[in-house]
């Protein structure tokens, strides 16, 4: 069989158990037989008000993590690089905590405040990040974009750190906000964030053989024929939209948008054409996964699923590594 | 057709490129020389739109490419970089597939047979089929860089633009990704621009050459007009000599290094000569450069070791060159360092001589058998036999390449005249000979001391050459007359 069929077919199975067992396990056990018949009511309350929403936001979350990163690190040629590494994380961190910090609720808006506070935050800095790495260098060369994130992310999060330093009560608030959680969001933000990553991540797919190109460096894409000063500009736009969106609903979850694109590549390749849409599915069943055990392990309380991510993440990445690296050397 | 007028333009203010003017018509290889900041590779930049221009035009088949878009340009002109590192593995496949990029339209872009089979015929031609599905990374430098000649192959452009191409590869790995490029412009009509590092090579693969100097054109022409000692050494600084290549009408240079120390007085006088019975030898410490016609070594070298075998009248032997060489071997002496010839006169009659000039000391040595002396003139089918005179001029002096012709032809002259002194008649005409039918001569310079530019009969050299060849032909002729019984 082709190798991308059986990529595409193996990650839709991962992502289908993982959905399954997002929403089946916990302190109550939903057999698989609600999906279809509403006789239970409470199995049935429980399934489709709590677990979905949750699993779903779980996996466009981690979508949205794992294809920008898979995108960023192919644009700026960096194995390191990350949905973060632009700093518009950092600005819809700042969004969110000045929320909590100053106790805001605009009345319109209700619970949705932070949310709506963090995607403005993190709107305002991929503006100034992408001007003012064109003010630096008109043509955005990648190590402008990594040192213009750096600086920009650097003085955001110090920002953070000032106001997690003058924080009183909120403190636990704060910081499990900036761990990361999907817990009790509800519908109404898979509506809030589904347009972005919609959005996002078609920019991103519709760049998929642009970014092939651009892992030979920005000169040989000119010369193959991509007008990379237009594409970088669309790629970044498309990845801080759906970096921003899943910050503002979910908090800052790591591991997931630098990793899952490794663990892709590692497996299928890099080809771009498949590695981002392998990537969003694999991201989505990845951050499922970890926020089952997150809210299982130590039941009836809940951990933040950015503690999890990292741990499930690192070993399982460790392995991959190792397997391909033996595999390499033989 | 490519056509750059009055092309100006850099990375900063202060432009690296200045009011550059050519034109390379449809399957031409245009290589671009120049010492490193010269901005040759600035050139290529502003022309595949890498940097910009600030005044001029590129003309792509008499469009201005500015109006082209990025795609449409690429469908125009491919660019074949030099080697780099890149951070993600892609397969051969994969990465020579990059090369249809500017082909593809549409949202999804179906890939098109077309498509395949230009990466088919690309793959092919650079001969990297097996190793498609191969990691690229996994490859050599010199496979690594075929991958890329194929993907600009792939991109089917008429245009082909190269950035040192040859950069980092073994001379194996260059003549093949050179004669891969120059094979694909003559056949498919592909205009090629390439920088190059090597002017040798530039030389040999291109139809013009564009020899840049500081940001403008010292010279563009054919490589006989642009390779030339002083316009070399002027545009690079360097101390060259230029050369025909042995096979090809393309000019190459070499590098004259600077002489480190005075070389030490060296002179060669008679006491290096040995003769016995078997053979006459003259072994000196450096090398001479030498012009002879001898068995082995014969034409232009340096050696350290002459020899003069004498073989029995009978000898016959399928290869000569390869008994010979056996020979030498045998009685140690070094083959890529001695020339030898063979005669089947005894060498113990081996005339050699002494003759001094103003400028210093020149040495003959002559073996002469006249038994089957020849009229030149005259000497249409003639059953070949052994009998021969051997000859050997060496000047303890510096000679250009002319200085060794007109020296041969001065000791041929002195030759001819000793015969007839001594009247030896052509056995078959009965009129005077010029030689025999299988003369040797053999021209050797030191190389150090003085330069003597001729070697005509007009110049002390000449005259004393002259003088040398006939004075030892002649004892030598005598020596084998009665040796032989004749007198």
């Known amino acids: 069989m082709n190798k991308a069929a059986l990529a595409y077919i193996v990650s839709a199975a991962t992502l289908l158990v993982a959905v399954w067992l997002g929403v089946s396990i916990g302190t109550v056990k939903i057999p698989i037989s609600t999906f279809w018949d509403s006789s239970d009511t409470t199995a049935t309350n429980i399934l489709w008000k709590i677990r979905m929403p949750r699993v779903i936001l779980a996996g466009l979350v981690g979508a949205s993590l794992a294809i920008s990163g898979a995108a960023f690190q192919g644009l700026l040629k960096n194995p390191l690089a990350d949905p973060y590494t632009l700093g518009v994380s950092s600005g819809a961190s700042v969004g969110a905590v000045v929320t909590l910090f100053f106790g805001l609720s605009i009345p319109i808006l209700g619970t949705y405040t932070l949310p709506v506070f963090s995607m403005t935050g993190a709107a305002l800095t991929m503006f100034l990040v992408i001007g003012f790495a064109r003010l630096v260098d008109r043509s955005m060369k990648m190590e402008t974009i990594i040192l213009t994130g750096i600086i920009f992310g650097s003085f955001l999060g110090s920002v953070l750190s000032l106001m997690i330093a003058l924080t009183g009560e909120e403190l636990r608030q704060i910081i499990g906000w900036l761990l990361g959680s999907v817990s009790m969001r509800g519908w109404n933000y898979i509506l809030m964030v589904l347009p972005f990553v919609v959005i996002g991540s078609f920019i991103l797919w519709m760049n998929r053989r642009e970014l092939n190109a651009m892992l030979f460096g920005e000169e040989r894409a000119h010369h193959l024929g991509v007008n990379v000063k237009r594409r970088k500009f669309m790629i970044l736009i498309g990845g801080s939209i759906l970096t921003g969106s899943a910050v503002a609903v979910s908090g800052t979850i790591g591991f997931v948008g630098l990793v899952v694109p490794h663990m892709t590549r590692l497996m299928w390749g890099s080809d771009h054409r498949h590695l981002l849409t392998l990537s969003f599915m694999n991201g989505a069943s990845l951050l499922i996964i970890c926020d089952l055990v997150a809210r299982t392990i130590i039941s009836p309380s809940e951990l933040p699923v950015g503690v999890i991510t990292a741990f499930i993440g690192a070993p399982v990445f460790a392995y991959i590594f190792y397997r391909q690296r033996r595999k390499g050397a033989m | ?487």
């Open chain 2, 1 to 487: 057709m490519l056509q750059v007028d009055n092309l100006t333009g850099g990375y900063g203010k202060e432009p690296i490129v200045k009011n550059i003017s050519f034109r390379v018509n449809k399957g031409e290889i245009l290589g671009i020389l120049g010492p490193n900041g010269s901005g040759k590779s600035t050139l290529l930049k502003i022309i595949s739109g890498i940097l910009p221009k600030q005044e001029g035009t590129v003309k792509i088949d008499g469009q201005d490419a500015a109006v082209y878009s990025q795609k449409q340009f690429a469908k125009k002109v491919a660019v074949l970089p030099q080697l780099h590192a890149h951070a993600f593995s892609h397969t051969v496949k994969d990465t020579v597939a990059l090369g249809r990029y500017p082909h593809q339209t549409g949202l999804f872009s179906s890939w098109s047979d077309v498509d395949e089979r230009a990466v088919t015929e690309a793959l092919a031609y650079t001969g990297i089929t097996r190793y498609k599905d191969t990691a690229i990374e996994l490859l050599s430098g010199g496979e690594q860089q075929r991958v890329f000649v194929a993907q600009a192959l792939a991109q089917e452009a008429p245009i082909l633009l190269l950035d040192e191409p040859t950069n980092h590869l073994d001379i194996a790995h260059q003549q093949q990704l050179l004669d891969t490029i120059r094979n694909h412009a003559v056949e498919k009509g592909v205009t090629v621009i390439s920088v190059f590092h090597d002017v040798n090579l530039a030389s040999l693969y291109c139809d013009r050459l564009l020899l840049m100097e500081q940001g403008e054109i010292a010279i563009i022409g054919e490589p006989q007009d642009v390779i030339r000692e002083t316009m070399i050494g002027k545009v690079y600084n360097a101390r060259v000599k230029t050369q025909p290549h042995p096979e090809l009408p393309k000019p190459q240079m070499t590098l004259l290094p600077e002489k480190s120390e005075e070389s030490e007085p060296f002179i060669v006088n008679k006491e290096h000569f040995t003769v016995s019975a078997e053979r006459v030898s003259l072994q000196v410490n450096q090398p001479l450069k030498t012009v002879s016609s001898a068995v082995v070594n014969a034409g232009l070298g340096w050696y350290r070791a002459f020899v003069n075998r004498h073989v029995d009248e009978n000898y016959n032997c399928d290869d000569v060159k390869a008994e010979m060489s056996a020979y030498l071997k045998q009685h140690g002496y070094p083959l890529s360092d001695t020339v030898g010839m063979m005669t089947a006169v005894t060498t113990e009659h081996a005339e050699i001589g002494e003759y001094e000039g103003d400028f210093g000391t020149i040495l003959v040595m002559v073996t002469a058998g006249v038994g089957n002396a020849v009229d030149v003139s005259q000497a249409l089918d003639r059953e070949r036999k052994i009998g021969t005179i051997n000859t050997w001029v060496i000047v303890n002096g510096q000679l250009p390449e002319e200085a060794f012709i007109q020296a041969m032809i001065t000791a041929t002259e002195a030759k001819t005249k000793a015969l007839q002194t001594e009247n030896i008649k052509d056995p078959l005409t009965g009129t005077i000979a010029t030689g025999t039918s299988t003369d040797s001569l053999l021209v050797a310079a030191t190389q150090v001391g003085e330069h003597l530019p001729y070697a005509g009969p007009i110049t002390p050299l000449g005259k004393l050459i002259g003088h040398g060849v006939y004075d030892c032909t002649v004892r030598a002729i005598r020596a084998y007359k009665i040796a032989k019984g004749w007198t």
